[in-house]
Each structure stands twice: as structure tokens, then as C-alpha cells.
């Protein structure tokens, strides 16, 4: 594939004697939405992790563009500028406001001008639908919308991909909508997102591609419709069996 | 040194108000508690309020009661207007070791949780062989054993020695702050392209300063109590006033007397002010959860 913009080659990692990825071959096209599902342990979280190197894989290699992520001479600050990333427990600064969250990446590592990082602040929190929450701290905050002040801090650094780790699994029903809409408009816009959700709401309106991973192996991938209509795998159609 | 350090995360206590119910931990949400010599107050135990109040208003009414209704009345006039001016000293040598042990408490937490081996084996071996040295003996070895060397005065040495023996146990309290904090906080940083050194500066150290404040505020109260040891050193503190007053006149019992009396003062004092301290970022940090 020659326009993938992550590229995963037989990545392989292991926790002491766990082995939670055991050879992992993925790559994900410009553009491309993707959806990994598997049971917890499945190793799809430590591949999201990879991917901007907050874990290292054993063995393997990963290419974002251009750049390999797991050699040891990556530029992987670099690398981080333009890979997103949404956490489950969003992991927003709790002493800083949202839009303060939002600018204060822009400001010290792409060195804008604090005007201009303030203004683009204020403009993703009205994308996100918070324009009214600029200078309320994370606590003052519903999960909700913790987690879209979460993406739209992500978004400030102008990321070419966003990872989603889990971005809904901490959130009280009602404030899932709110945040997969947020993640619906940037898929339609365009955005390249690797997400790991059991969303099958999410998957089928916005998913290119659902990847089911088991046990450290990706098992089948195919678009939404199809694997969770047609699983070809014992394994997928199990596993659907228990989350639809 | 009978500081005792313990870190933990928050155990479920009853709450003050007797609901007996503590509010969840949060992800990463740790106290420190450090139990040191004094008591710490918390304003809604009414008992150990009580017994901060008798010992605080007891002593500042001992102090009174002697210099104005005591039959020695005259000497404790003559005590009380010696020693205080011992009390510059106190607070020089105490507030100057504070500041030095900071800075070098910071560095040697920062150096604690370092992941280069060298840096994190010199902060270990600096902890451990401050802590397992007594402070007087601290004091005497940069007054006695390296005065020829160094050429200090009495209170540089002071403040050197305790400022390098504070410096271990604030770099305890600093580690133990910093690590307090969710490690989903330095992934945020970096992930969002930041280097290590400003996810510190940032975000990691702005938190750790609230939990770390109270101990801090406890390091303070012992290091006062502790700078009375460099009486010994030529430092004209409060200890040594009294000494020095005592061994002119013989008035031993009431030199001393008023000693106590001006430390447990300060002392009290400082605890109710750490105390009060501690309830509020306990409370501010419930607020919204």
C-alpha cells in the first residue's frame, strides 16, 4: 500500500511473561477511519500505545509517514507533534484551565504566539461545542465533556492522526453521544483515526475498517458491515456474540 | 532525628465531620502523612484541638504568670530579656536551611526518579547516608572535622550541614510527590509532543507542590526544633541565650524554662498553621470531584 500513513510490521511486545502482542501486521491509509475491537488483554491497547511510542515494542518496526517509530534515533517528538492522541481517563492538567490544557502544547512546543494560541484555543473548544467552558478547570468539568476538551487539545497541534485509547469506556452513558459526535465530524472530515472502542454505533457510521484483534494476533479485519454481519473467524463471531 | 515518614496512598479514615464515610480515592490521588514529633491539629477533632489549645494558651500563660505573678519574677523579667534575642538566629539558621534544603530536595527527588543510572545512584547514596547519620554528628563533622578545610563560621556551617541533612528528607517528600502524580499526566505531556523536562516543569511539578506542601510544612516545624543543636556550634540561637544566661547567673531552671516554653510556643504554633493548611487543599481538592 503505498499511501498508508501507519505502517505496523510484525509488532511484538511483551509485559514479564505476558505476551501482549505477538506479531502484529497493520497498515492504515490517509484518511483511513479504523476501529480495533477484541476482549480486554487482546493487545489493542498496547498497539495504540506503540504507535506514538509510549510503550516500546520488542521487536518490529512501526512507520508513521516517513519516519520509523521504533528506531532509536526517531525523532519521536517529532513524531508526537503529529500523532494525537485521546486518552480513556482523558488525562487533562487538573491545575490548568481547558483552553490553557488546549494552548499550552502549541505554545511551548510548536513556540506559537500566545495570541495565536489562545484564539486557536477558543476556536476548537466552540468546534468541540465548549466555548462557554474556556477557563473552567478539568474537575469544574462533566466526563463528557472532559473528553472533548481532551480531543480538542489533541487537535491543537494540528495531528495528521489521532489514536483514541478507549475514548468512551469512562463515561457515563448519557455523554457518549456527545463525545462520539465530536469524533464522527473529524472522521467526516477527513481525519486519519485509529480507534480502540467497542463503539459499534461509531464503527458503522464512520469505520473504514474494524480490526478484530485476540491474544496478542490480529484475527480478521474487514469493513464494519461485513465482520460483524459475516465474521469469518470462530473467534469474532464469539466474541461479537458477547458485546452486541 | 525522629522524624518518621509515611507515604501511602489515601486510606479510607473517618471523615472529620464523624459521617465516617472518606470520599473515594481518585485515579492517582495520594496524601502524604508524615508524622512527626508534634501534633498536628486537624480542626474537626475537637479532643486533640482542646489539647493544642491547653498546651498553646498554657504556655503563653506559664510565660506571663511567671514574669508578672512568680516570686522570681525578676529573674524571668531578666531571662525574658536576654533570651528572645536569640530568636533571630533561630530563624535565620532555620529559614536559610529551608531554602538550601528546597533546592537541594528537588534535586535530589528529581534525581531519585531519574532513569539515568549515575544521576539516580548519587541521589540514592545521598539520601541514604544523610538519613542514616545523626544531625548532630552532621554538624559536628562540617564544624570540627572539616572546618580546617572549609574555613566556615559557626552559623554557615549550621545552615551547610542542615540544609545537606533536610535536603535527603525533602527529597523523599519530593519523589514521593511526584510519583503521586497519575503517570497518565507524563503520557498527555509527551504525547502532545512536549520533552520530558517540560512535562516536569509543566505539569508534573505545578501538581506536585499541593501534595507535597503539608510535609513540607512538617520539615519546617522539625527543622526549627532541630536548629537548636547549633547552639553548639558558636550560634548565638535561643538555646544558646539561655545557656549562656544560665551559666552567668545560675539560674539554670528558669533560663530554661523560658526556652521550652518559647519553642513549644513556635512549634504549636506552626503545626495549627500547617494543620489549617492541609484541611483547605484537602477541601479544595474535593470540591468538584
Known amino acids: ?244 | 532525628m525522629s522524624d518518621f515518614l509515611k507515604i501511602g496512598k489515601r486510606k479510607p479514615t473517618p471523615a472529620p465531620d464523624g459521617s465516617g464515610s472518606a470520599p473515594p480515592p481518585a485515579h492517582g490521588d495520594f496524601t502524604i502523612n508524615v508524622t512527626d514529633g508534634t501534633l498536628i491539629p486537624s480542626t474537626g477533632d475537637k479532643s486533640i484541638l482542646s489539647a493544642w489549645n491547653i498546651s498553646f494558651f498554657g504556655a503563653i500563660a506559664a510565660i506571663v504568670l511567671l514574669r508578672f505573678a512568680s516570686p522570681e519574677k525578676n529573674v524571668y523579667r531578666d531571662v525574658l530579656n536576654v533570651v528572645p534575642s536569640g530568636l533571630a538566629a533561630t530563624f535565620g539558621v532555620t529559614l536559610a536551611s529551608i531554602a538550601f534544603a528546597l533546592v537541594l530536595g528537588l534535586l535530589a527527588g528529581l534525581g531519585r526518579i531519574a532513569r539515568t543510572k549515575p544521576i539516580n545512584l548519587i541521589a540514592t547514596v545521598y539520601v541514604e547516608v544523610i538519613r542514616g547519620i545523626p544531625l548532630l554528628v552532621q554538624l559536628f563533622y562540617i564544624y570540627y572535622a572539616l572546618g580546617p578545610l572549609l574555613h566556615l563560621k559557626g552559623p554557615a556551617s549550621a545552615i551547610m550541614a542542615m540544609s545537606i541533612c533536610y535536603g535527603a528528607y525533602m527529597g523523599e517528600i519530593f519523589r514521593a510527590g511526584i510519583q503521586s502524580i497519575n503517570k497518565g499526566q507524563m503520557e498527555a505531556a509527551l504525547a502532545l509532543g512536549m520533552s520530558r523536562t517540560q512535562a516536569l516543569w509543566r505539569i508534573i511539578l505545578p501538581q506536585t507542590v499541593k501534595v507535597i506542601l503539608p510535609p513540607i510544612g512538617n520539615e519546617f516545624i522539625a527543622l526549627l526544633k532541630d536548629s537548636s543543636l547549633v547552639s553548639i556550634l558558636a550560634v548565638a540561637d535561643l538555646l544558646r541565650r539561655g545557656r549562656e544566661y544560665a551559666s552567668t547567673t545560675f539560674n539554670y531552671l528558669q533560663s530554661f524554662t523560658i526556652v521550652a516554653l518559647i519553642y513549644l510556643i513556635m512549634t504549636l504554633f506552626f503545626s495549627r498553621l500547617v494543620g489549617i493548611m492541609e484541611t483547605r487543599l484537602r477541601n479544595h481538592g474535593q470540591r468538584h470531584n
Open chain 1, 1 to 244: 500500500m503505498g499511501n498508508a500513513i501507519i505502517r505496523i510490521k510484525d509488532a511484538r511486545k511483551s509485559f514479564g511473561a505476558v505476551q501482549a502482542l505477538r506479531g502484529v501486521d497493520l497498515e492504515i491509509a490517509k484518511g483511513e477511519v479504523v476501529l480495533v475491537i477484541g476482549p480486554s488483554g487482546s493487545g489493542k491497547s498496547t498497539l495504540l500505545r506503540c504507535v506514538n511510542r509510549l510503550e516500546h515494542l520488542d521487536s518490529g518496526e512501526i512507520w508513521v509517514e516517513e519516519d520509523c517509530v521504533t528506531s532509536p534515533h526517531a525523532n519521536i517528538r517529532k513524531i508526537r507533534e503529529e500523532v494525537g492522541m485521546v486518552f480513556q481517563s482523558f488525562n487533562l492538567f487538573p491545575h490548568l484551565t481547558a483552553a490553557h490544557n488546549i494552548s499550552l502544547s502549541p505554545l511551548i512546543v510548536l513556540r506559537q504566539d500566545k495570541a495565536e494560541a489562545e484564539r486557536r484555543a477558543r476556536d476548537l473548544l466552540t468546534r468541540v461545542g465548549l466555548a462557554d467552558k474556556a477557563l473552567s478547570y478539568p474537575e469544574q468539568l462533566s466526563g463528557g465533556q472532559q473528553q472533548r476538551v481532551a480531543i480538542a487539545r489533541a487537535l491543537a497541534m494540528q495531528p495528521k492522526i489521532m489514536l483514541f485509547d478507549e475514548p468512551t469506556s469512562a463515561l457515563d452513558p448519557e455523554m457518549i453521544k456527545e463525545v462520539l459526535d465530536v469524533m464522527l465530524d473529524l472522521a467526516k472530515e477527513g481525519m486519519t483515526m485509529m480507534v480502540v472502542s467497542h463503539e459499534m454505533g461509531f464503527a458503522r457510521a464512520a469505520a473504514d475498517r474494524v480490526v478484530f484483534m485476540d491474544e496478542g494476533l490480529i484475527i480478521e479485519a474487514a469493513p464494519p458491515d461485513e465482520l460483524f454481519s459475516h465474521p469469518k473467524e470462530e473467534r469474532t463471531r464469539r466474541f461479537l456474540d458477547h458485546i452486541l
